[in-house]
């Protein structure tokens, strides 16, 4: 099942990085006669989601008493101030860092994300859910969906969504924290979190000091390296300051100051696959009472965005400009929100890619520094994420070992590549050919390793997840149906199962699915209840009806 979507199995959690901290011989044949000793100073460029994420882990699992974090960022040049929807292994990380996840919420504005609802995006008019957590429960070890695909055509078994706790709580706007302690079909219930970007970045900020960061405010002018390995060695601030380090994190979003300006990793360029390029962002009040879900819905060049928060509900219009201007983008944009908006429309640029490598030297790239395959998914503070992650894993001596670094890269790029699979799976798998756009994607030749992939299913609708794959079986069979991509056959095991208890128990489970969600309060109840809903109202004054 997905490995990454069950919030807090994968990765090993805190003890494995805990037990790996402490190293103290050379591994690699580079350094094998260097003496190496443990990182002392460790420097994060850039104070944006990636930086202060990384900033709390690593204050929370290095500190040793000896070791120094910094991190420099500049108020002057600002963060980019989008990256609002998450996926369920986030809960991963807020259990790494003790959160709570009532505070947690309250501080960043926070609701709950069950899924994304896709609209328009097979055929206009039609909607579908890409749902976390799990369709059904399988029988005799059949999975579940495959019984589902065999009830096609003999009866009428509904959605597949009907049989998904997260989806049909989703849809009736209900939401439950499962409990440690709970049962099917609750304990079903996965989900992650829409947040202010901002108030995320304060919120980490204040954990990360009070964990002893120090914060350097200035924007960094110059940076120093070592004449004969080639190391950064510093970075140097506007006034002349310079903060030396031994390992440096570069944060700096699209600018890639260390990895890309100065250390010259390439990028590369997907943008023949993932073709969107520019996003206007836009803000509105909220119409009523939050959704429990993301929405994405396409236009004639790309798709627009919709994450209810607390205070406001964050939209956007993501686009190729290759297929529509600016100036058109934005009228789309502003046709299709459902209130006034209360900020200026700006144009943020991107090429989607990822950096060739996300460790060189003693750099490692967090967040939109080390490549962007688009929002569509919501996946880049999951990279972020598991790049925290992988690096306390991995986190090396000083001087670093390649080999450590290799492991790294490697992971790195497979989890990029398998997220990049998904992702251009929305646009090839459309039926729509009402715009140039859309039929370029869905013309355009795919990587082979999705090509494979759709064309297994096509055969009999299986899914196979390879190594650490994010997104698994529910996530590919929810986007597969819901842009009517269906297997000419369903699996023959599926027939090996009696058909009348095959209906009784799907009869039964889609009933108790609904039962237990008509249970549930709504999600804003469900906050207010738990002291998880903000008392403080930070809308900017626009924003706030007079
Ligand atoms: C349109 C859009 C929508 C998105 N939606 C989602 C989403 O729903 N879910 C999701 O997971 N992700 C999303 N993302 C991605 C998400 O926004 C980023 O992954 C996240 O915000 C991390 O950004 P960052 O910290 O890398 O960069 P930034 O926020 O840009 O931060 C860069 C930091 O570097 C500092 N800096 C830069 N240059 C210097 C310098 N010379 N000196 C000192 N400091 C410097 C800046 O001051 C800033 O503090 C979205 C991205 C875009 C573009």
Not at 2 to 29: C, F, I, P, Q, Y
Request: hydrophobic fraction near 40%; include cysteine; charge should be negative.
């Amino acid at each position: 099942m997905a490995r990454g979507l069950k919030g807090g199995k994968e990765w090993g959690g805190t003890g494995r990085v805990a037990g790996e901290e402490k190293r103290s011989v050379a591994h690699d044949s580079d350094s094998a006669a260097a003496a190496t000793s443990d990182i002392s100073r460790v420097v994060i460029v850039g104070g944006g989601t990636a930086g202060w994420m990384a900033a709390a882990a690593l204050s929370r699992f290095l500190n040793n008493g000896r070791r120094q974090i910094e991190l420099v960022e500049s108020d002057a040049i600002g963060t980019v101030g989008v990256g609002e929807a998450t996926i369920p292994p986030i809960l991963n990380f807020n259990a790494m860092l003790d959160l709570n996840e009532n505070e947690f919420l309250r501080e960043t504005q926070g609701t709950i994300k069950l899924g994304i609802e896709f609209v328009n995006w097979g055929r206009q008019g039609e909607r579908y859910l890409h749902p976390f957590g799990f369709f059904g429960q399988d029988l005799h070890g059949i999975s579940f969906y495959q019984l589902w695909l065999r009830e096609q055509g003999r009866a009428d078994p509904g959605y597949i969504s009907d049989y998904c706790m997260s989806a049909v709580a989703a849809a009736g706007g209900k939401f439950g924290r499962p409990s440690q302690t709970a049962r099917p079909p609750l304990s079903e219930m996965l989900y992650a979190f829409h947040f202010d970007a901002a108030l995320y970045a304060r919120y980490l900020r204040k954990l990360a000091e009070n964990q002893g960061v120090t914060r350097h405010e200035g924007r960094v002018v110059n940076v120093h390296r070592d004449g004969e390995s080639g190391d950064v060695t510093a970075v140097e601030l506007d006034g002349g300051r310079r903060i030396e380090g031994e390992l440096f994190i570069d944060c700096s979003g699209f600018r890639a100051l260390l990895i890309g300006d100065t250390l010259g990793v390439g990028y590369e360029d997907w943008s023949h696959w993932l073709p969107v390029d520019r996003a206007i962002p836009l803000p509105t009040a909220n119409v009523g009472s939050p959704d429990p879900f993301t929405r994405s819905t396409a236009h004639g060049a790309g798709w627009q965005w919709r994450i209810p928060l607390q205070h406001r509900t964050g939209n956007g219009h993501v686009y190729c400009s290759e297929f529509i201007s600016d100036d058109e983008a934005e009228r789309v944009l502003l046709a299709n929100l459902e209130s006034e908006p209360f900020a200026d429309p700006r144009v943020i640029r991107f090429t989607t890619g990822r950096r060739k490598q996300s460790w060189s030297h003693n750099v490692v790239c967090l967040g939109l520094s080390s490549g962007f395959l688009e929002p569509l998914e919501s996946t880049s503070i999951h990279l972020i994420q598991n790049g925290i992650q992988r690096l306390l894993a991995l986190f090396p001596d000083h001087p670093v070992s390649p080999l450590e670094r290799d492991e790294y890269n490697k992971g790195m790029s497979e989890l990029y590549e398998d997220i990049r699979d998904f992702i251009i799976l929305h646009y090839k798998a459309t039926q729509r050919d009402d715009t140039p756009f859309w039929r370029y994607v869905r013309d355009m030749t795919i990587p082979e390793t999705l090509e494979r992939k759709i064309a297994l299913w096509k055969l009999h609708g299986r899914v196979f997840r390879e190594g650490f794959e994010l997104f698994g079986t529910t996530s590919w069979v929810a986007v597969m149906l819901g842009q009517n991509i269906w297997p000419d056959r369903h699996d023959p095991i599926a027939d090996t199962l009696d058909e009348g208890k095959v209906a009784k128990a799907m009869a039964d489970l889609r009933e108790r699915y609904r039962a237990a969600a008509a249970a549930l309060p709504t999600q804003e109840a469900f906050l207010r209840a738990a002291g998880a809903w903000a008392a403080e109202d930070v809308r900017p004054k626009a924003a706030v009806a007079p």
